[in-house]
């Protein structure tokens, strides 16, 4: 079946350390994109990524890095930068950034 | 992108159609009205999308105020797996903002047996 895979699903980190959640896609879709969620907060666009190799920050890109080397993949690496890196890490994908998004079904990150 | 106005929270019986309204009083003429979902801990479902026509499809149907100001999204016949967050985003994806989805926070959905 088509659809997007995330992993892990709960992801634990020590401070200090990167931390890298995969993201990976089999519906050939060009655009993909990494959001935050917070407790009962709507979505937050932290990367997007509309071409393999290229991608763009989003709303609150500080302390995050991504890249984009093949068209189904799209990690992205949580660094010490990132201050509060505590969150539900929604990755989602789509054929154009004009058509709908379709969502994976997250990674949970939590610092011990 | 123009902001949505929704409520915090809906209640539905099981059976009967949830209608969920969504002001969007600031729209443009090149946005479109999307709904999503999320059922707790999981990712966003996208259900359906419009310009200014009316549209429907297997899960929903959006109808869109003529002055595209306002849109109601109804489940036609609810059930407790329809029990979510809905959230109502315009945005144009175009230009700079090509692709943003802004989300708010959405309305509970509470279908009840």
């Known amino acids: 079946d088509g659809g997007i895979t995330q992993s892990p699903k709960y992801l634990f980190r020590k401070e200090g350390q990167n931390v890298t959640l995969s993201c990976e896609q089999n519906l050939n879709h060009d655009a993909m994109y990494w959001y935050r969620q917070d407790p009962g907060q709507g979505l937050r666009l932290i990367y997007y990524?509309?071409?393999?190799?290229?991608?763009q920050k989003g709303d609150i890109a500080e302390g995050y890095s991504v890249s984009r080397e093949k068209k189904e993949s799209f990690p992205l690496t949580v660094t010490s930068a990132q201050k509060n890196p505590t969150a539900f890490y929604l990755c989602?994908?789509?054929?154009?950034?004009?058509?709908?998004?379709?969502f994976g079904d997250g990674t949970r990150l939590s610092i011990l | 992108d123009a902001k949505t106005t929704q409520p915090t929270s809906m209640d539905c019986a099981e059976g009967r159609a949830a209608n969920l309204p969504c002001n969007h009083s600031?729209?443009?003429?090149?946005?479109?009205v999307y709904w999503y979902r999320q059922i707790h801990s999981q990712g966003p479902q996208y259900i359906i999308h419009?310009?200014?026509n009316n549209e429907t499809n297997e899960m929903a149907s959006l109808i869109i105020t003529e002055d595209r100001k306002s849109s109601t999204l109804i489940l036609p016949h609810a059930t407790l797996r329809d029990t979510a967050v809905y959230y109502c985003?315009?945005?144009?994806?175009?230009?700079?903002?090509?692709?943003?989805?802004?989300f708010g926070r959405g309305t509970q959905l509470t279908v009840w047996p």
């Open positions: 600031t729209i443009s003429g090149n946005e479109y």
């Open positions: 419009g310009l200014k």
């Open positions: 985003i315009v945005r144009s994806g175009r230009g700079s903002t090509l692709g943003r989805l802004y």
């Open positions: 990524s509309q071409i393999v190799n290229d991608f």
């Open positions: 989602a994908s789509s054929w154009t950034g004009e058509q709908p998004q379709h």
